[in-house]
């Protein structure tokens, strides 16, 4: 079993960076990948970023590669989705989520946990 708190999010303006925090607790926590992905009103949860148990793998989505960078710290259990160059399609709420495998992944399927979300609003 994983417990994950995502926090860090707000309101800013377009242009403007924010830091998105996921720290994880349980006994496998340190063995996942940790995904990140968000949902806007009315529609689909998309995947935006993930990385690797051990943080050497990174994979990104179209749309941030570039703009986000995510980072892990394993001995905080924490992974940071670092968010510059913010654009009114960015706002969304967005989920930390632990994968059941170590490499990182896009498929909302391999993620069986996730955190209870945090709203970033991009809005001038």
């Known amino acids: 079993q994983v417990h994950l708190v995502d926090s860090g999010g707000g309101l800013v303006q377009p242009g403007a960076s924010l830091k998105l925090s996921c720290t994880a607790s349980g006994r496998t926590a340190g063995n996942s990948a940790i995904g990140w992905f968000r949902q806007a009103p009315g529609k689909e949860r998309d995947f935006v970023t993930a990385i690797s148990s051990g943080g050497g793998n990174r994979y990104y989505a179209d749309s941030v590669r570039g703009r986000f960078t995510v980072s892990r710290d394993n001995a905080k259990n924490t992974v940071f989705l670092q968010m510059n160059s913010l654009k009114p399609e960015d706002t969304a709420v967005y989920y930390c989520?632990?994968?059941?495998?170590?490499?990182?992944?896009?498929?909302?399927?391999?993620?069986?946990?996730w955190g209870q979300g945090t709203q970033v609003t991009v809005s001038s």
């Open positions: 989520a632990a994968s059941k495998y170590g490499g990182p992944s896009s498929r909302k399927d391999d993620y069986p946990y």
